[in-house]
């Protein structure tokens, strides 16, 4: 009899545990649709960005790559053409310059890819930073199948070689940022 009702107690208390563990496992997980206030640490290329995630634990907040929804940028390490690396280190750098300046950074709509990473839109001073990379053609529409995009043919139309400092915010056209930044015209001092 003793053994039946330790049976029933314990049945007992582990239905009221794990109902409760379960309503605090799904309150976490509907808190962490976004992340506000997010600090940029470095980006590998265009698309894999490390930040710092406040009020998480370390241990999943510190150093967390995030995988930049939506998109696809040429990778810096494939032996390619020389086209493609040109396209990797322009979306790298202004991935970098735009993230490193930003006042405010957001992640949202996070979830985990097929790769087990983190998936996310990246929003900074309230832009989206895969439109912008996708209007300077420097990424492509990637919607997590096989990649079939040729970045040696990629249309250049809109993409120089100038180099610009890191520190520097490209400038807004039409409210978007424009990578890279255009040509300073000179001025003819001849009268």
Request: aromatic content about 8%; proline content about 5%.
């Amino acid at each position: 009899m003793h053994s039946i009702i330790t049976t029933i107690v314990f049945l007992f208390f582990s239905t009221v545990t794990g109902s409760s563990v379960f309503a605090d496992t799904t309150s976490r997980t509907n808190k962490y649709k976004s992340f506000e206030n997010v600090r940029f640490i470095k980006n590998y290329d265009g698309d894999s960005i490390t930040f710092d995630i406040p009020d998480t634990p370390a241990i999943v907040g510190k150093n967390i790559v995030v995988r930049l929804r939506g998109i696809d940028t040429p990778e810096l390490k494939k032996k390619t053409c020389s086209e493609a690396t040109e396209i990797a280190r322009k979306a790298q750098q202004m991935v970098h310059s735009l993230l490193k300046n930003a006042k405010v950074i957001n992640l949202h709509r996070i979830e985990r890819g097929k790769y087990f990473r983190i998936l996310a839109d990246v929003e900074f001073d309230g832009q989206d930073l895969a439109t912008i990379l996708l209007k300077n053609k420097l990424a492509v529409k990637y919607s997590g199948g096989r990649k079939e995009y040729d970045w040696c043919r990629h249309d250049r139309q809109g993409i120089s070689v100038q180099h610009t400092s890191r520190g520097v915010l490209p400038p807004k056209v039409s409210g978007v940022y424009v990578w890279p930044p255009p040509p300073v015209q000179k001025q003819d001092t001849s009268e």
